[in-house]
């Protein structure tokens, strides 16, 4: 163990005051601090408790409905991430709508989608658009191309979500944040010095090793103790104060803010990105008339409650026995970044 971390774990080991509950809003922060033992290095007035950080856990069941509609109704060729074929709709996932014969492939990046719609000139080829400003840029890259190269077959669904007012809509949920680093790579400090400045919420910004995690908790121990809000980036080397600005000018000039639906937290005011007026042609929904649908929760599953923090996911009555990640009911236990599937993962070991 190196000094870093023994340094760090004597603090967080040493806290004495009142309880701190933590949240580490990005799911992959939450599996790594489950793989890494972290959770058991900290006495019991430190509580971490997991956020809607996992963007295939925060999208709304009616937009898998929407591409399920796609690729059944419209004959679509959908390409999606993997990690999004097997979150259940309404009645079937996407991996159900490709036993009935739907055409959904797997890619890499949104880029792979363009090669599927030139190699199938006769379809149209729909993107499913899901993630925050980490992966906003890539699908904005895909529709510029598409547009310069005059390829007329080719759409994104948009479920793309930026954390700004997500976090002001969880900002009563914990004492303090453990804000993802890769996320601020893109936007930089200024979304979580506006949180201290205009709310007083504390919060860290780190990266996802042993060293860098447990650095930010014994941070937001001792700043815990001088009892004042606080900010402190922990991730200097990655994040700088003014974020990537060849990222932030590209979504400026593709997408625009609009309000979104967030599973768990509902509609949120101006948290998510869509296309501007001048790529509308790109924009799935519009191109494809898509009607309006809404999806219908299974009312066994407690996912909202576990992105809100309200309770962890081994204290749904079905986490583990109906809801598994063989056969999940909710996102949460279908995604790589879902609390209950790191719950469900780490609790068999």
Same mark, same amino acid.
């Given at each position: 163990?190196?000094?870093?971390?023994?340094?760090?774990?004597?603090?967080?080991?040493?806290?004495?005051?009142?309880?701190?509950?933590?949240?580490?809003?990005?799911?992959?922060?939450?599996?790594?601090?489950?793989?890494?033992?972290?959770?058991?290095?900290?006495?019991?007035?430190?509580?971490?408790?997991?956020? @809607?950080?996992?963007?295939?856990? !925060?999208?709304?069941?009616?937009?898998?409905? =929407?591409? /399920? +509609? #796609? &690729?059944?109704?419209?004959?679509?060729?959908?390409?999606?991430?993997?990690?999004?074929?097997?979150?259940?709709?309404?009645?079937?996932?996407?991996?159900?709508?490709?036993?009935?014969?739907?055409?959904?492939?797997?890619?890499?990046? @949104?880029?792979?989608?363009?090669? !599927?719609?030139?190699?199938?000139?006769?379809? =149209?080829? /729909? +993107? #499913? &658009?899901?993630?925050?400003?980490?992966?906003?840029?890539?699908?904005?890259?895909?529709?510029?191309?598409?547009?310069?190269?005059?390829?007329?077959?080719?759409?994104?669904?948009?479920?793309?979500?930026?954390?700004?007012?997500?976090?002001?809509?969880?900002?009563?949920?914990?004492?303090?944040?453990?804000?993802?680093?890769?996320?601020?790579?893109?936007?930089?400090?200024?979304?979580?010095?506006?949180?201290?400045?205009?709310?007083?919420?504390?919060?860290?910004?780190?990266?996802?090793?042993?060293?860098?995690?447990?650095?930010?908790?014994?941070?937001?121990?001792?700043?815990?103790?001088?009892?004042?809000?606080?900010?402190?980036?922990?991730?200097?080397?990655?994040?700088?104060?003014?974020?990537?600005?060849?990222?932030?000018?590209?979504?400026?000039?593709?997408?625009?803010?609009?309000?979104?639906?967030?599973?768990?937290?509902?509609?949120?005011?101006?948290?998510?990105?869509?296309?501007?007026?001048?790529?509308?042609?790109?924009?799935?929904?519009?191109?494809?008339?898509?009607?309006?649908?809404?999806?219908?929760?299974?009312?066994?599953?407690?996912?909202?409650?576990?992105?809100?923090?309200?309770?962890?996911?081994?204290?749904?009555?079905?986490?583990?026995?109906?809801?598994?990640?063989?056969?999940?009911?909710?996102?949460?236990?279908?995604?790589?970044?879902?609390?209950?599937?790191?719950?469900?993962?780490?609790?068999?070991?």
């Amino acid at each position: 163990m190196n000094e870093i971390i023994e340094k760090a774990i004597a603090t967080i080991k040493s806290y004495d005051g009142p309880k701190i509950r933590i949240m580490e809003v990005c799911g992959t922060q939450t599996h790594e601090i489950f793989r890494l033992g972290i959770r058991n290095v900290l006495p019991e007035n430190i509580e971490l408790i997991s956020g @809607p950080g996992c963007p295939v856990c !925060v999208t709304p069941i009616g937009y898998i409905d =929407e591409a /399920v +509609f #796609l &690729a059944l109704e419209k004959n679509c060729i959908i390409c999606t991430f993997g990690d999004l074929i097997r979150v259940p709709g309404t009645e079937k996932s996407l991996a159900g709508a490709r036993t009935e014969g739907a055409d959904i492939r797997i890619v890499y990046s @949104p880029l792979d989608s363009l090669d !599927v719609a030139k190699e199938n000139p006769d379809r =149209e080829v /729909v +993107f #499913l &658009a899901v993630g925050f400003e980490t992966t906003t840029p890539s699908a904005c890259v895909a529709v510029k191309k598409a547009k310069e190269e005059g390829i007329k077959n080719f759409s994104i669904l948009t479920a793309n979500k930026t954390m700004p007012n997500a976090y002001q809509a969880l900002k009563l949920s914990a004492d303090a944040f453990l804000y993802p680093g890769h996320v601020h790579a893109i936007t930089g400090e200024k979304d979580c010095r506006y949180m201290l400045e205009h709310d007083g919420v504390s919060g860290v910004i780190t990266g996802f090793t042993a060293s860098e995690l447990l650095t930010a908790l014994a941070v937001i121990v001792e700043n815990v103790k001088k009892g004042e809000p606080f900010f402190v980036n922990c991730y200097t080397r990655v994040v700088k104060p003014e974020g990537n600005k060849a990222a932030i000018a590209l979504m400026n000039e593709v997408m625009e803010p609009c309000d979104s639906e967030w599973r768990g937290l509902g509609v949120i005011p101006m948290s998510g990105s869509r296309l501007k007026e001048e790529y509308r042609a790109y924009d799935s929904r519009i191109k494809l008339e898509i009607p309006e649908i809404k999806g219908k929760p299974n009312p066994a599953c407690r996912c909202g409650d576990v992105l809100q923090g309200k309770i962890k996911p081994n204290e749904c009555k079905v986490f583990g026995k109906v809801c598994t990640p063989e056969h999940p009911i909710g996102a949460c236990m279908v995604s790589d970044e879902g609390a209950c599937a790191a719950y469900y993962s780490y609790s068999q070991i």
